[in-house]
C-alpha cells in the first residue's frame, strides 16, 4: 500500500469511527449509569464482536454471510431486536424516574455482553468490512493479512476514540444524579437506541 492509500485509509477510517452509532450511544448510556468501568466494559465487548467480524471478513467468511439473504435477514432482525430491547429499558426507566445508577443495577445483561452482543448482532459490520477493506489490499499481496492489519488499525482507532468518550461522559456523571436530568437522559438514550433499532431492521446489504 502505498504512503498516499494508506493516508486515504485513515481519513475514511477517522471519519467512521467518529461518526455516531449504536457503540458510541451504548458506550455514552454505560458510562453514565455506571461510571468510567463500565464504559470501558462496554468497550471490551464491542472490541470483540469487532475482532470476530474483522476474522471472518479476512477469511471470506463474512462475505458469504452478507450474500446469503437468509442469514443476513436473520441476524439483522435479531440485532435489531436487541437494540430495540435496549431502547425500551431506557425508556421504562424514564417512566418510572429512575435515577442512572438504579436503572444500571435493573439491566439484563452485563456492559460486556450489551457491546458484545450489539456487534455480532449486526451483520452490516460484517457488510462494512466486506467492502471497505480489501479497497486497501493491493494486488498481489496476502489478503488474510493485510485485511487482518488493516482491521486492527481501525479496531484501534475506534478503541482510542471510545474510551475518551466514556472517560468524558463518566466524569458528568454528577450532573446526572439529578432525577429531572436523569430521566430526560433515559429518554434521549431509549429513543436512540430504538431508532437505531429501525434503522439496522430496514437496513440492505
Known sequence: MSGGELLSFFGVAAVLVITPGADMALVTR?????GRLEGLETIAGIMLGLS?????SAAGVAALLTASTTA???LKVAGAAYLGFLG???????IRG????ESAGRRAHSPFTEGLLTNLLNPKIAAFFTSFLPQFVDPGEPVFGASLALGG??????LVW?????????SAR???SRPRVARAWNAVAGTALIGLSVRLAVAER
Open 30 to 34: 454505560n458510562a453514565l449509569r455506571g
Open 52 to 56: 470476530v467480524w474483522v476474522t471472518l
Open 72 to 74: 443476513f435477514t436473520v
Open 88 to 94: 425500551v429499558q431506557a425508556l421504562w426507566a424514564a
Open 98 to 101: 429512575d435515577a442512572i445508577d
Open 153 to 158: 488499525a481501525f479496531m484501534l482507532m475506534g
Open 162 to 170: 471510545l474510551v475518551a468518550l466514556a472517560s468524558t461522559v463518566a
Open 174 to 176: 454528577g450532573l446526572m
